[in-house]
Structures are given as C-alpha cells and as structure tokens.
C-alpha cells in the first residue's frame, strides 16, 4: 500500500458503542493529523502529532481520544458519540521540520454516521 | 489570526474555458500554500504547494501563482474538463507551527 490508508471507510455506530478508526502512513513522514469535515463547514483540525508530541484542539470532546504508537500509524477511538459527530474524519500526514510543514497528504476518510 | 477565503463559492462553466480560482489570506507570514481537490465524500488530494519564497508552481494544465504581500493566491486550470469538477480548497501554514488553516473551497462544476 503506498500512501495514506484508512479503515473503515464506513462506519455506523450507536451511541452506546466503543469503535476506533484506524490511519496508516507509508509515506516516511514525521506528523500526522485527525481532521473532521461536516457538510458545509471548513475542515476542523482535531489532533496533531507531530516532533513526538500531541498538539490538541482544545474544542474537542472527550468522548473522542487519540493514540499515535508510532509515526506510521494514528488512531481514533470513540465512545458515548452524539449524532452530531456523524461526519467525514479525514487523516492526513507530513514532513515537519523546526520551520513548518511541508506538503500534507490525506487518506480517503471514514464516513461516520451516529444513530 | 490568520483567515483564509475562497471566492468564488461555487463556478459552473462548459467544457474548454480558462478558469481563475482565488484565495485570500488575512496575515501574510505564511510559510506556504496549498492548493487540494476533494471530489464528493472523499479525501483531499494535493495539487500544488508553493513556498512563501516562490511565485509559482505548474503541474499539467495548473499554474498557481502566491503574492504575499497582497494576502492572495489564484489557481489557475487551463481548457477545463468534466473530469476537473470538484471542490477546491487552498490552505496555508504558518512558520513553526502545526495547523493548516483552510478555505471554504470553490465547487466547481465543468458542463460538457
């Protein structure tokens, strides 16, 4: 598999589940990232981790929890969701240097949906 | 704080035109740029990055050009094809930090 992957690419889920989302990176790079897209809205960027650290946007839930074993794996897991968490989660990776970041790549997404 | 903004929203044009798609942003200190397409329910795919010390960067039948001084970016398609239409998003990075902050995107849609 040659860029980013993730699975699954469908999930449906009560709100008294427990699943996570799984990204892998075959790419070399150093960061990576959850974003999750609603209709309508701009990308919202969940969690970082990038340089061995987890940067966080302090807006998102707790019922949603980062792991980052290793630089080519992330996950999400998720528990107690609301049906507005239903969206596209987006994960993507890059090359960060002391400067910035370089190019980002994205996987294809897992459409969430929360009944 | 940096805003970025995307005009047109949406753009529907027949097969063959030029096309110009803008983007601004609010604070320019920008270590680069981005541009990505995301066709309905999928992932982003990268277009075309250009760094704050670059004017502009092509790949095929895109050019997009960076004038920081004036906040703006434009990505520019040349004779545009059903198989273009998509949503397009810019999206900059700041120096030492982790965040992109994207636009809202352009829908395009090209008519045969």
């Known amino acids: 598999e040659t860029g980013v992957t993730q699975t699954p690419r469908h999930l449906v889920m009560g709100m008294t589940n427990k699943k996570s989302l799984k990204c892998e990176q075959h790419l070399g790079h150093n960061a990576m990232y959850w974003y999750k897209q609603s209709a309508k809205k701009p990308l919202e960027l969940m969690f970082v981790?990038?340089?061995?650290?987890?940067?966080e946007n302090n807006s998102v839930p707790s019922r949603f929890s980062p792991e980052c074993p290793n630089s080519s794996h992330l996950f999400l897991h998720l528990h107690t969701l609301q049906p507005e968490d239903s969206a596209l989660y987006l994960c993507?990776?890059?090359?960060?240097?002391?400067?910035?970041?370089?190019?980002?790549?994205f996987g294809p997404g897992t459409r969430l949906t929360v009944t | 704080k940096q805003e970025v903004t995307q005009i047109p929203a949406a753009l529907s044009v027949p097969e063959g035109e030029n096309l110009v798609l803008n983007c601004s942003f609010t604070d320019s200190a920008i270590y680069n740029l981005q541009w990505f397409r995301q066709d309905p329910g999928k992932g982003l795919t990268s277009l075309l990055l250009i760094q704050s010390s670059q004017r502009e960067q092509t790949s095929g039948r895109l050019n997009a050009s960076l004038d920081k001084s004036s906040g703006r970016s434009t990505l520019y398609i040349a004779a545009s094809q059903p198989g273009d239409s998509a949503t397009y998003l810019c999206?900059?990075?700041?120096?030492?930090?982790?965040?992109?902050?994207f636009g809202t995107g352009t829908r395009l849609q090209v008519f045969p």
């Open positions: 981790y990038s340089l061995e650290e987890r940067v």
């Open positions: 993507a990776s890059s090359l960060r240097s002391w400067t910035g970041i370089a190019e980002q790549y």
């Open positions: 999206a900059v990075s700041s120096y030492n930090t982790d965040k992109l902050i």
